[in-house]
């Protein structure tokens, strides 16, 4: 799949990635770089092309959000997995 620069934008993983410096750092780093290495038939192709994108606070908070939802609902799983095994 060849990336976009709004693929970039909206990409899950790099904004978990934003999640993770701030929690380590408290700040969000300024630049997110992605670096994508087309291939062709599982080769390299030598081309190199970066895109540049940011995440916001909100953004952040957002996926901190969606993260504790779904620790919640692991969490009641579990629960209701050792209530069946008790029975």
Same mark, same amino acid.
């Given at each position: ?14 904004? *978990? ?10 700040? #969000?780093? $300024? %630049? +997110?770089?992605?670096? =994508? ?13 970066? *895109? ?10 957002? #996926?901190? $959000? %969606? +993260?504790?939802?779904? =620790? ?16």
């Amino acid at each position: 799949v060849k990336w976009t620069q709004r693929m970039v934008a909206k990409h899950g993983q790099l904004t *978990f990635y934003a999640y993770l410096v701030y929690l380590k750092y408290g700040k #969000l780093p $300024s %630049r +997110i770089n992605l670096v =994508w290495c087309p291939t062709l038939n599982g080769e390299l192709t030598g081309e190199v092309v970066v *895109f540049e994108t940011t995440r916001t606070v909100s953004d952040i908070l957002h #996926l901190h $959000s %969606r +993260i504790r939802r779904a =620790w919640d609902g692991i969490g009641k799983m579990a629960e209701e997995e050792m209530e069946q095994i008790k029975l």
